[in-house]
């Protein structure tokens, strides 16, 4: 609390408060898996944004096998889709070992429903820094069960399976669907949370986003931009519209 002449000091001294402003009314063109369009809405609502759903991608089902979970010390689950697909299979409750989860949403549905297993997650929820935080957590030569996305990039497989016995299953597939030029024009930025997504967005002409501020959940998305934009320092949608309202605050990423 402030109490006092400092007080009076409030209208000038409200950054944070003028940062909001600046960012509310504020069109966010959102790129999400298809039926997936819901998430994060109450998050961008409370931001005062508006959100434009542009679904570009559709997860495809696909048949996996998955081995006794008791061979192995750890789990990497890098999607909550992934996770969904996963207990239709097997009973993750019974796992002995550590428990590895991408992000904080994925982290909170697996200890909501299994509250006894071990997870650890790490600072940075991308594949580069979850590889890491493993390599960091976890002794040479532990065997490591990694269920991902068919389109998942060969980062996190590259980085544990030097020093680990890491054994990966694709549990579904993803179709990457094309960005609709009117859609785009109507938002004032563009969220783009998976490389699948920025190749999409990179296919559209240079008239389609010309003005539009383009915001990448993390590298591995950067990489598959092919126009300006800033990246999210923390890669979660919370991490993206702080990178955006800092960006209409400061004119920088």
Not at 71 to 76: E, P, R
Not at 165 to 177: A, F, H, M, N, S
Not at 210 to 238: M, Y
Request: charged share 25%; proline share 4%; hydrophobic share 40%.
């Amino acid at each position: 609390f402030v109490f006092g002449p400092i007080a009076r000091l409030h209208n000038e001294l409200d950054w944070f408060g003028k940062k909001l402003a600046a960012a509310r009314g504020k069109r966010i063109v959102l790129t999400r898996a298809k039926g997936h369009e819901s998430e994060s809405q109450d998050a961008m609502d409370a931001f005062g944004f508006k959100t434009i759903q542009m679904p570009l991608i559709e997860i495809e089902e696909r048949e996996f096998e998955i081995q006794d979970l008791s061979k192995f010390d750890a789990l990497v689950l890098t999607s909550l889709e992934g996770v969904k697909k996963v207990e239709k299979k097997v009973d993750l409750g019974t796992f002995k070992g550590l428990v590895f989860p991408i992000g904080p949403k994925t982290r909170e549905y697996v200890l909501k429903r299994w509250p006894k297993l071990q997870v650890a997650m790490g600072e940075k929820f991308n594949s580069k820094g979850l590889g890491e935080y493993i390599l960091k957590t976890l002794k040479p030569g532990m065997r490591v069960l990694g269920l991902r996305s068919s389109a998942a990039s060969d980062e996190l497989a590259e980085l544990i399976s030097g020093t680990h016995d890491y054994t990966e299953v694709p549990i579904y597939g993803v179709k990457r669907l094309p960005a609709d030029p009117a859609v785009v024009r109507q938002g004032d930025a563009i969220f783009v949370v998976s490389a699948s997504c920025a190749q999409s967005i990179s296919e559209l002409g240079e008239e389609d986003v010309r003005g539009k501020v383009i915001v990448s959940i993390g590298p591995t998305t950067s990489k598959n931009l092919r126009f300006k934009h800033i990246t999210a320092s923390n890669h979660t949608i919370q991490g993206m519209m702080d990178a955006y309202i800092n960006y209409l605050w400061t004119g920088y990423a």
